[in-house]
């Protein structure tokens, strides 16, 4: 007999800040095991994360994707504040919320959030896994998504097809895909029909001005990761250029109890890329985690 697949459910969190958070929930139905909350990078939504949700979901785990502030369907923050401790506050609000130590897995932006957050909340962390993220990335890898998010951001693309095409240029890599409704789900359309990044523009200014050295941003992630115990799984793509063998070594040195992965064929979205390696390996990390 088939076993019936976790339901899926959008659940709403308000902080502290009494700003909103939106995320899906899977409860897996076992309780034994940790919560695992995937938190996506700068400029993408929690959509990013589905396929990896539900294999999580259908190992037992409760399972919970969120819209960073200002993302997707989130709360875009009132005062533009979009410095990691406002995101830090935010994801407290989420531990909260789900009472139990949790797995956090944070890509980018998501996994900067979780770094700090392990130093702030350990008690209430079981593991992090670093999606193609250290205290310390590139430089120039940086400013490359930058430049690409900025490209667009008020003008918009008159249609999906021209958003997508957008995306193949900056991502020579990876196939354009045909079915562009998962690429809707990171899009919004205007009153004046043209499709926009599901993220507030405000976003970007805190960041342009701090490409260099982005303090206290990965200040204070390089601080977390000196002071990290928790299991830690550390998942690169080997055509990042964000993350490059030598920015890992530098983390594997700070945090020597870490597990390391170099995902071929993957850049930066290492779980759009290489979803299938992606999934699989967090799920046998998680795995033994459960013992």
Known sequence: MTEPKPEQRTVTIETTSGLRIVGDQWDGGDPSVAPVVLAHGGGQTRHAWGSTARALAATGHRVLTIDLRGHGDSDWAADGDYAIDRFVDDAESVLDWIGRPVIWVGASLGGLTGLVLSVRRAVDMAALILVDITPRPRTDGVERILAFMSGDVE?????????????????????????????????????????????????????????????PDFNQAEAAAADLTLPTLLVRGRLSDLVTEDEAREFLAMVPHAEYLDVAGAAHMVAGDRNDVFTEAVTRFVAKLDG
Do not use: T
Request: aromatic letters at 10%; hydrophobic letters at 40%; charged letters at 35%.
């Open 155 to 215: 003008r918009g693309f008159a249609s999906l097809e021209e958003a997508a095409d957008a995306i193949a240029a900056y991502q020579p890599h990876r196939p354009r895909p045909v079915d562009l409704s998962g690429l809707a789900k990171n899009l919004r359309r205007g009153d004046d029909g043209r499709w926009r990044w599901h993220w507030d523009p405000a976003f970007l200014n805190v960041r342009e001005d701090k490409v260099q050295s982005e303090i």
